[in-house]
Every structure is written in C-alpha cells, then in structure tokens.
C-alpha cells in the first residue's frame, strides 16, 4: 500500500507570494493532518479535516488555510508569505474508525526568501 | 496544559550499547502515546504506540517503550543500538485528532 505523498517536495517563494501545497492520504484514510517544522519551534499542529470538514485547529494566523476533496486528498494554502514561514510542512494521514496512529508523509520543504 | 518533554537533545551512543530516551507528558485525560523517528530531510516514522493493556509495547526495529502513569513518562529503549538508529527520535502524545510532540532527542552512534 502506498504511503502518503506531498507535492512539491521542495519549493522556494517570495514574501508575499502565497502557496499550496498538496497531499494524498494512504488509500482508505479519511483524515488528514498537518503539521509545521522549524528549528525554532519544532513541530506544530496546524489543522485536520475529515469528510471536506475542518475538525480542529491550531494556532496559526488566517493565512494558514486548508481543505479537503471528496477522495481525501488535502490542499493547504499559505497567503502573503513571510520569512518565518519557511518550515519543512508534514501532512499525516489516519483511518479514523478505531484508529488514532497518524502516518507520515515526506514533507515540502518550503523556503521563503 | 498538555505537553510533552524530552529532556535530552543530544545524545550520543556507542554501536551495540544500549539506548534510553526520556519522554514526559502532561495530559489531562488518558494519553494516546507515540514514538517517531525523524532521518534527515525525511517524514516521520512511527516507531510504536501505547494506547491501553500491557505498559511494555514493542515496535517496529527492535524498540519498545515503557508506559509508566505514576511518572508520566514513557522511556524509549533499544537493547543493542545499530548504526543506523542515528535519527532524530520525537515523543508524542494525542487525543482523537491531534499530535503534540516533544522537542526531539538527536541520537548519534559512534562505530
């Protein structure tokens, strides 16, 4: 079965420039995760979607933004990019019934210059 | 507040010592409890879980953790480490739909 995937694997922006980043859950996984690593402040929850739904959030201004397709696919979009934006972006998947391990894909590393 | 500590940042190891990561959390209610492994420039890996039952659970390349409530804590260890167990090792702890790691631990083995 194949894991979680994220595109780009790497990106480079501009302040300022907004972006998006993709992610496939494992086949049959309904919720998707994502989550922020930076060297300063490790690694943080940004939000979750199940079913098209933001089920949870955490603490990052409204230019963090997702959502989540009818196939579980998940999109997350970063507006009016800043410096500190730059972070390697996690997207994890989970099946949901029954189930509360998070699986991992290999991340985006986004660098903004 | 929920939280997660691993009070070690680095450490360092010799191939074929043993291998212990500290890891301690603050959760309210009954803590959904995890282990990954981080390799440079890679995701996460789940190494193993702890969610009920037995307080000894074995994961996958020869590790296990000991959940014990009384300290909150819940110890990584490896009897023999291999060279390349060098990663960056993150604790975690969730409820139904969100992770909170610890700061990890950077394990480096020596030949």
């Known amino acids: 079965k194949a894991g979680v995937t994220q595109t780009p694997r790497y990106l480079i922006k501009t302040r300022g420039q907004q972006v998006t980043l993709s992610c496939s859950p494992i086949?049959?996984?309904?919720?998707v995760s994502w989550y922020q690593q930076t060297p300063g402040q490790g690694l943080q929850f940004l939000f979750e979607?199940?079913?098209?739904?933001?089920?949870n959030k955490g603490n990052f201004p409204g230019r963090f933004s997702g959502r989540q397709f009818s196939n579980s696919r998940s999109e997350m979009n970063v507006s009016t990019l800043e410096l500190g934006d730059s972070a390697l972006y996690l997207c994890?998947?989970?099946?949901?019934?029954?189930?509360?391990?998070?699986?991992f894909g290999p991340g985006t590393r986004l660098t903004v210059t | 507040a929920q939280s997660v500590t691993q009070p070690d940042i680095h450490i360092t190891v010799s191939e074929g010592a043993s291998l212990e990561l500290r890891c301690n959390y603050s959760?309210?209610?009954?803590?959904?409890l995890f282990w990954y492994v981080q390799s440079p420039g890679q995701g996460l890996q789940l190494l193993l879980k702890?969610?009920?039952?037995?307080?000894l659970v074995q994961g996958i390349k020869g590790f296990e953790a000991e959940f014990k409530r009384s300290q909150s804590s819940f110890n990584l260890r490896k009897p023999s480490v291999h060279w390349s167990d060098a990663a960056e090792y993150f604790c975690?702890?969730?409820?139904?739909?969100?992770?909170?790691f610890g700061a990890g631990t950077r394990l480096a083995v020596h030949p």
């Open positions: 959760y309210g209610a009954t803590p959904y």
């Open positions: 975690a702890v969730g409820g139904y739909n969100k992770l909170i």
């Open positions: 702890y969610f009920s039952g037995d307080t």
């Open positions: 979607y199940f079913s098209e739904t933001q089920r």
């Open positions: 086949s049959g996984h309904r919720s």
């Open positions: 994890a998947s989970r099946r949901v019934e029954g189930s509360y391990e998070q699986y």
